[in-house]
């Protein structure tokens, strides 16, 4: 089984709340979570059903998680960083935002599952999250990096819920030396 790094910059670690609670100042505090899989990269402008967009309450502690980065991210200077490793098969939310450019959604239309009729919702869309598999949320990273010299936090930001958060293996104080080490490289 592979593994792939994911930090936390945050003073309590991997603690996990809400989604709303655990929303950094500048992002606002209601994210929308879209329940649908990204399985191709390329394909953007989709349609979700409305009963697949979720906006989750303090009541709802399904969603209870953390807000992440997987494998880089750019670190805060008022926080701590905090190392865990998840297996790569894993599906984790990330940002309704394909590699392409200019806020391009992934998916960017809702649809009633009886009405069958179109609304356009691309602005609530385009910041929410959707699942999508490790393996593919690093590609996307890596495809991004092809044609981009800078790397935004939201290529790299994932959201865990707190039953990943609670299956992470945590490093031992060996391999936080080590890697110290190795990032200086």
């Not at 926080?79 to 935002?97: A, Y």
């Not at 690093?138 to 790397?151: A, F, P, V």
Request: charged letters at 25%; aromatic letters at 10%; one cysteine or more.
């Amino acid at each position: 089984m592979q593994f792939v790094k994911i930090i936390r910059y945050h003073h309590h670690g991997f603690k996990c709340g809400t989604p709303e609670s655990d929303c950094r100042e500048d992002e606002g505090s209601n994210p929308v979570f879209i329940n649908r899989v990204v399985k191709n990269l390329f394909q953007t402008g989709q349609q979700v059903y409305t009963t697949e967009i979720i906006l989750p309450s303090h009541a709802n502690r399904e969603l209870s998680g953390c807000f992440c980065y997987l494998e880089e991210g750019r670190q805060l200077e008022t926080e701590n960083r905090n190392i865990g490793f998840l297996p790569r098969e894993s599906v984790i939310w990330v940002r309704n935002i394909s590699h392409l450019g200019d806020g391009i959604p992934y998916y960017n239309q809702s649809i009633h599952p009886l009405v069958e009729e179109a609304a356009d919702m691309e602005n609530m869309i385009r910041g929410a999250w959707v699942k999508m598999r490790v393996e593919d949320a690093l590609e996307r990273t890596r495809l991004w990096k092809e044609k981009s010299d800078s790397l935004p936090d939201w290529v790299t930001e994932c959201y865990l819920t707190e039953r990943q958060v609670n299956n992470l293996i945590y490093p031992s104080a060996n391999e936080k030396v080590m890697e110290f080490w190795l990032s200086k490289k």
